[in-house]
Each structure stands twice: as C-alpha cells, then as structure tokens.
C-alpha cells in the first residue's frame, strides 16, 4: 500500500486501554486558558515514570465552553483509576485553581462514572455552590476572582498507546513528517500525543538486554547509528530518520482516525520514505490498529 | 514610597531555602528546544502538591549552548535535595531524552555539588562517551539520532517563594499589571515564576479554619470578593484585583533583581494602583525581600 | 438589552461594501504556513493608507486544504477590485512564493468571478501546468522545491467595517474583553479583523475639526481622557477605557455571526460595562447591523 | 574550510546601501508590543514588489524601553530616504498607533539625520507636547488611552541583501538548517531577515531570460528540481534542498555578525552539507561579505 508514493507497512499498532478524563480549562483569555492547560499537563509524557500522561485535545472557542469563554480540552490519562483520580484532583488544583481567571468544567458527560475532585474545601467555608448553564458548580473566593469548578469529572475506559512510525531519506525529513502529522492529529477530537511537540524521538523496548535493572531501553532495531552494527534493524535502505508519534484517546475510533490523519498528512511530506507501527507480536494490548484497514 | 503613582507597600516577601538545579535543553530548532523544555517543566507549579517546581528560566541562543544549537534553561528546585534528584532524572529521562533533536547539559556549571542523572543506561551497552567542546557528555542511540547528555548536573542553595502581589482598580488591570511584571522577571537570569504565565490568581495560607484537615487554604485576607465579609480584610478601597508573582530563583540576589523588575514593570500598566508583598510575620523563612530596600 | 449584566446600546454599526479575495496558504508545517500567512496579511489594518485590508480568516488542517497539508485561509479585502488584483498579485509574489515549502490555492471556490495572478512567468519558461486533485496549479521551479498555485483566485462582493465597541469599568477591561471577542469572532469563517491583534484602540472621525489637510482624526467623543473636556462625550459613566473591534467578511451574515459572536464573548469578561457600535447615522454605508437584532 | 564537516564556498554575499530606520514599540503587554510591530512590518519582504523591507530586529524587555513596558525594535528599511519617510509615517500611523495601548520611540538614537513622522495632527487639536524620561513625545488622545510617540525618527544608511544559501541532503535538512541559522541571527542587534520565518524559498535572478517583461525571475541554477536539465546549476553533488537567508541591517559590522552566526548555527543541524552564498561577481553592489573573512 502506498500513500503519496509512501510505503505503508502492512503491519498493526498495538495498544492498551487506559482510564481518560477530560477537563475544560476557560479564562478570560485564549492565553490564559492555554498557559494553564499546557501546565496541567506537562510532565505527562509516559506513565513509566511521569505520574500521568496529559496533553491538550483541542481549543474550545467562547461559543462552545459552559461559561462561553475561551477554553481548552485537556485528557489525562491512566491505567489506574485510582492513580487518574488523585492526578486530577493534583493538576487541576496546582496548576487551574491557581492560574489566573481560570475556571474548569467537565469535558465528558456522556460517561457511566464520574470522579470526585473536591476542590472546594480549599475555600474553607467561603465557598459556595452555584450555576454555569445548568451545570452545577463550586465558587471558590480568590485573589483573582472566584474560581468556578465542577466538581464531578467523568471518566470512560479509552486507548493508550496508538502509535505510527514517520521514516525518511533524513533525520530532518523524518522530522517534518511527524510534525505535519502532529497538525492533523490536532485536529482529531478525542485524543492527545502527550509527548513533546507530539513527537517521540526514542523508541524503547520492553526491558534491556544489558542492564537487568532497567524495566526500559532502547529500542536498537530502530536506530539509524545502529543500522549495521546490530543484526536485527528494522530500518529499511534508504532511510536515515525516523519519529514515532504516540496517541492516547478516549475511544477506539478517535485514536483510528488520529492514525489515519496524522498518517495522511506524513506521506505529504518531501523525503518520508516508510510508515510502519510498533507492536509486541499482539500478545499483549487488546487493541490491534491495521494500517491498511484505518487508512 | 510610589513608582509612577503606584504606592508600594512598606513591607516585606518572606521565602526559604531550596535546592536548585539548571538544565540547559536544546534542539534542532528553538521551538524543538521549546516544546521539551515546557514540558520539562510543567505540573511544576509548588510543591505544595507537584512533585517540583519547575520553569524556564532564559532562552540560550546558538551562540550560546554548548552545542551551538538554540536552547532553553530550565530550573528545577525542591526543598529537598533527594527529590530534586529524583525529578531531575525522570523530567529529564522522560521529558528531554524522549523528545526530538534534543540535548541536555547542565547549566550551573559554578557550583559544589553534582547530582548524578545516570540516563546512559538507557542505551542498554550501545552508548558511548564523547565530548562537546569540553564538556564530557554520553552519546546514546535513538530513533530520532543520538540523544547527547551530560550526567553530573550542578546544584546550589537557592531561594523559593519570592513573591509580591500586583493590586488594581479593576481584576484585569491588575491581571495585565500582573502581566507586564513577568515580561520583565523573564529578563533577569537565574530565576522562574512557576505558576501557569508566571501568575498566581490563588493566595493561600497555611492551614484552613474551617477543615482541619487541609494543609493550605484560601487567603480570604486577600479576596476581593470577601472584602467586607471578612473582619480583617487587607484589600485597600478602590482596590477589585489582585494577583501575586511567586518567583524561586539560583540565589537571593537573583530573586531581588527579578522582584524590583518585576514590580518596576507593574507600575507602568494603568489601573495598577497597589503593591504589597506576602510574608508570615517573618517568623519562618530565613529571607526577607523588604520592597522599598531592594527597589 | 443586557447579556449577562453588560448593557447593549440600542443602535447599529455601519459597514460599506468592499471585494474579498481569499486564498489558502499551505505548507509542510503549521508553523511554516503561519509564518507565510502573517507575512502576506500585514501592513493591512486600513485601507485609509494601507495598501489593502487582510487578515488570517482560519487555520485550515491538512484534512481539508487542496494538497493535503496544514495551511491557513487569508482574506485580502479592497474597495476597488482594480487594487485588490494587484495586492493579490504582490502579497502572494512576495509572501507567499517567496516563503519556504509554501503552495497557494484559491480560498473562495463558489464565486462569479475570478482574478488571474500570472506568478507562472516567475519560473521563466521552467514551469509547468499539472493538478492537485482537480484544481489545475502551475509548478514553478524553485530553490526549496517546486511552488505550486493557482492562478486564478476567486473574489466576492463582501463586507467592509462592521464594528462594535467595547467599554468597560477600566482600560484593560475594556482591553481583555475586546481579547475575549476576538477569540470568539476567530471560530467564525468568512471574517477576518485586520487590526494588530484584532483590536483597535484609535476610534476615528471623518477629516478634522482643527487640521483640514487631515482626511482622519481621532474621534474625541469616544476619548476616556477626554470626557468632562469635550461637549460631547459618549462615554456612559463608569466608563473608563474603550477600544473597537472592525470585521471585513465575505458576506453581511458572516460579519453578524461574528459580531454577535464577538459581542456576546466581550460581555463575559469581568468589568466590561457597556456595549456599542460606530454608524455616520446612517446616510453612508448599505449595510446596518442593529446590535439589538443580530444578537 | 569546514565547520562542523559542513564545507564553506569560498565566495562572498554581495550587497547594498539601504536606509534604515529602528522604531521601538511598546505597549501594556509583551504580547500586544508584539502584534503591532509584526502587523507593522508585514507585507515587507523586498522592495521588489513590497512597498519596504521590514522585520522585527529585538524584543526590548519593560527593563530597557523608554517607558518600563515590553517592546519590540523593528526596522525599516529602504534604498529611497523618501521612500522610507512614507513607509515609516503609513506604518507607525496604521499598525501602531491604531493598536491597543502602544507607544512609538526612535530606535536609533545616535544618528546624523532623523525623519519627521508628524502623526500629532491626528490629535485634531486635543494632542499635547510631554516627556518620557529624557525625550520630547507627542500625547495623542485615543479610545484605548493616550498615544504617546516621538515624531523624529532616526536614519542610518545601513545594508540590505547581506545573504548565504543553506543546502542540504534533503528539502528538510536545508529547510531545518536555515530555521536554525534565524535562531542565531534573532540575537544579533541591528539585523533583520524580512521574509516569512526569516527564510527564502526562491532564489531570484534578475530579469527573465524568456519573459522580457519580468524584472526578476527564479534562478534556475539554484533550483534542486532542474538540476540535470539546466546546463549550468551550481547545485554540489548530493543536496537536494537549498534556502536562502538574507539579511538587512544597520551596518556592514551587524551584517557580517549575523552572517556569521547563522551560519554557524546552520552547521549544527544534521544533513546541512554545503554553505554558499549570492553576487553578482562583485560589479554592482559595494558590500562584499566573504564567507571565510567574516567566520
């Protein structure tokens, strides 16, 4: 199969389920609501040891938001309920209750389960409860102003670990595929590539061959300074870089359709060579993502 | 004592001690650089209930870096010097190693101590040691080309907690006031504002009245909203905004420069018309800023 | 009338028939293609000594531009068609072609007529005519590669000077609120608003009162410094700060969308007071947008 | 000679006398500083078909401006001084002083001539003469707040045109070489690259060996995609991507350290191969930038 002259690996991605939540973050402004959505998730790359994986889904205009701000959706994201729990009640107090003019809604309210944050004891007695729409909001007094928050965060089981592989005749051409792919993921409701800028530039194995203390290493079968030296490289000729991009979302469907795009728009690119997708033979995640079948 | 017709407040920041580090990230491009360094950095707002706190501390041009490529200095501080440690090596291990292009070398090069970062190990035997210009830095193998790291980043006493609060006619005069004090800290080397566009909408104090069970709550002394519902409100008349800049910098002198330009810049904006600082009589932090000595 | 306790002055905004070209600006990144946009859109806030009016209409995602790549919608707006076909010409020649990895396809595909741009005699005999889906470009051999484009852009008879007022308590309420609007009229497609960051904070009159050589001048009844000095002063009490927000759109309902849309967002921000519109009593411009009505 | 591996032609830029102008504009915000001067320069990449040459030199932080607030230096720059008086008077008067909250000063102060802007006729009678610190401004009353700028304008005659080419293996080596060469040169004072993102896509020559009446037309020796069908390309062996910078500046010495600098940073990127540079044998402009003098 062959997309813009690109060769699309007849291969799957592997990918696990995980707890999502989503938040909406409005403020008065659209930068204000995007500096705290970026710090409620930052440091949220890999549960491997960031405490969650978070990444900013999309913008939601005035015209969409509960408060008709402007606002951002954000997902976080864990194997652990309990684990996404207390990083929501984290994030948002650390990095929403205390950025200016925010305010934070629910993001998914089609959901079976909700998680409780309450956030509102940090108003120690002057809070009080009140209306955004016909949500049901606490008030909390602060210097900037009253902080409105639900307090009730919905929660549905989603997919961690969608990925693609971006391979080209260099480094940089590599690189440029993924981050066209990364603006057409943007675009994908649902989902987030919680690494930076979107793109992961080290691919890990499960483990090390060398290091038995390490539970993660190098995925050396991926790496174009090890093309040659290692028997067993999975790089084909002619390429000499290659990006990974990593999607979480709240649903197989959505983490399909980010596949597709952001697939899409990488064979648009001058000098991506080869798409292919990283899996562990299917004998460990339940959701198996066909390139060919999602294209 | 007024600057441009704002009144300063005859008073005095209180902050403490804490462990700092500086990590100097680069890329490719400035926005590669960029993207690992926020992220790098973010849930990083106060230790309060972020496992750091963490910013970007100055842009380094190419001219600059280690390797001639554009770069970001970002800063890590924690009271304890085990935890830096520990953040040290997962931000960096999860948030610069993991991205595209980047390097990581450490940016206080005049100090006593190292931390050990040990991220060669992720290798798994194919890292090797080289040089960039003097500096001894570990090469290991990525997808996206050979991730280049020093591993003994530097660490000193620093302070935490510098703060002052930005009052004004309106929320959004002191919010802009508030705005226009971060453009200037973001000059002055060796220091960060934590707190999402460097702003604080949320004073708090230590404790709750109300539930015991609250380690921190809302500073209802600094509430506009509660200003004549609470006995001893310390809200000026005509003041209906207040935010506060909280800054962590690598010495006191850092923090001081960055305060008085900080507030220098505040007193340009129109409608800024009160600054006053945050302290707990003295009685617990070992740093007192009095804002009419450092301005 | 009152949203959400801000007042809406019973009255209208006034706005002139104008030509609308739009054109869609892509390339291999996001960034690549906001840089080129921004370029070819600037020094074109009026046409009172502006070349043209243009501005940024809309981020359009690789899922939906003509070659599969991020890009973004521009609109390039004159009175006289005569002087838009030859802005057409210079601002795609110069910002566009010019620009690394840029293509440009024609925005407005449903229209009565079309503007030829000639760019193909650029490649001096090197280009060639080929298609991107079923659009007929030019390739025009280059230094980054081959810039491929229509040449012929659609135009429409649209929109020109729809506005409305935003008075608030303070200058930067009145600021973060018109901030507000224009996050909000940014989600409507059709539109753009040509001042820096969308706002306009020189309200003006129709030649002077002073200066007869001056075909402009401030408009001293929307001054705040100037109240209590001028007979005639249409500032409400209260109000401290004003500024303007002007919308050329393709159509006259596109630019009521966004006027609403940007009214209504305004209307959220804390300390915005007073909402209104500029008109010359109606005796010049076709179009009334009666705020009471399009809201 | 060789940097980094990457082999340096042993050529020179040529370029020309221009006349330059530096306006600082500040405003309440580092933001809103920098929407007016990125409006205030666009449509301004060659005098070709632009009606100046303009870009953003440096951000001035609130600690170096003349009045305390964040502002952005841009210059302006043509070969005609009465040219540049229009362009500097249309400019200011469209995209500054119609912006929210913003100031305009002189940014060269230590010139032999300075250009008058007269925009106090605005005023219509209400302006008044006063002081920022130690210069001389004119108070313009306006909706958003009262305009303050200097009428005088410095002029220097500087240099245009200084440039290098960045070719590499791929489009995107090149294309990422170039972006890393605008990073360094951002640092220089007193030089902009007035294209979009600081690069040019398409090398020019002048005049049209097919079209007569073209005065300019792509330099088919510089284009990857004519190479083997064009008798005469300079493009080495094994580059298949070519961007060009070109750099204007306030003198041969800002010029030459610009030069420098990008190009050094161009040679950190991966698959950059060869730097060159454009001229025209020397005979006709009177700067002559040897690459390996100057590095």
Redesign the interface.
């Known amino acids: 199969m062959e997309i813009?002259g690109v060769k699309i690996d007849n291969t799957f991605a592997e990918a696990f389920p995980a707890w999502v939540s989503s938040v909406i973050v409005t403020a008065?402004?659209?930068?204000?609501a995007y500096?705290?959505a970026?710090?409620?998730?930052?440091?949220?790359?890999?549960v491997?040891?960031?405490?969650a994986e978070?990444g900013i889904d999309q913008y939601v205009?005035?015209?969409r938001t509960p408060?008709?701000?402007?606002g951002y959706g954000i997902l976080i994201v864990h194997p652990s309920k309990k684990k996404l729990k207390e990083q929501l009640i984290?994030?948002i107090?650390?990095?929403?209750?205390?950025?200016?003019?925010?305010a934070a809604f629910n993001g998914i309210t089609d959901c079976e389960e909700k998680l409780p944050m309450k956030l509102h004891?940090?108003?120690?007695?002057?809070e009080y409860q009140t209306k955004v729409g016909d949500r049901s909001v606490w008030a909390?007094?602060?210097?900037?102003?009253?902080?409105l928050t639900e307090e009730e965060i919905g929660v549905v089981k989603g997919v961690a670990g969608g990925n693609f592989?971006v391979m080209?005749?260099?480094?940089?051409?590599?690189?440029?595929g993924?981050?066209?792919a990364v603006?057409?993921i943007?675009?994908v409701c649902g989902v987030i590539t919680s690494?930076?800028?979107g793109?992961?530039?080290?691919?890990?194995k499960v483990g090390?061959?060398?290091?038995k203390?390490?539970n993660?290493?190098?995925?050396?079968q991926?790496?174009?300074?090890?093309k040659g030296?290692?028997p067993d490289s999975k790089i084909p000729d002619g390429i000499n870089?290659?990006?990974?991009i990593v999607i979480d979302g709240v649903s197989e469907a959505a983490v399909a359709e980010a596949m597709a795009?952001g697939i899409?728009?990488a064979?648009?690119?001058?000098?991506v060579k080869f798409i292919s997708a990283g899996n562990y033979g299917g004998t460990l995640g339940p959701f198996k993502f066909e390139l060919h079948k999602i294209l």
């Not at 008065?28 to 204000?32: C, D, S, V, W």
């Not at 080209?168 to 440029?176: E, I, N, Q």
Request: proline share 7%.
């Open positions: 813009n008065a402004t659209k930068e204000l500096s705290s970026v710090e409620a998730t930052g440091f949220g790359t890999s491997i040891a960031c405490p978070a205009p005035p015209q408060d008709g701000r402007p984290e994030r107090a650390e990095c929403v209750l205390t950025a200016p003019t925010t004891f940090f108003g120690d007695g002057y909390i007094p602060l210097m900037g102003g009253d902080f592989f080209g005749d260099s480094t940089m051409s590599a690189l440029v993924a981050q066209a603006a057409a943007d675009e690494f930076p800028g793109i992961v530039g080290s691919g890990s090390s061959k060398k290091y203390f390490m993660a290493s190098t995925n050396e991926y790496c174009p300074s090890l030296k290692v870089g290659v990006f990974e795009a899409r728009a064979c648009m690119v001058k000098g």
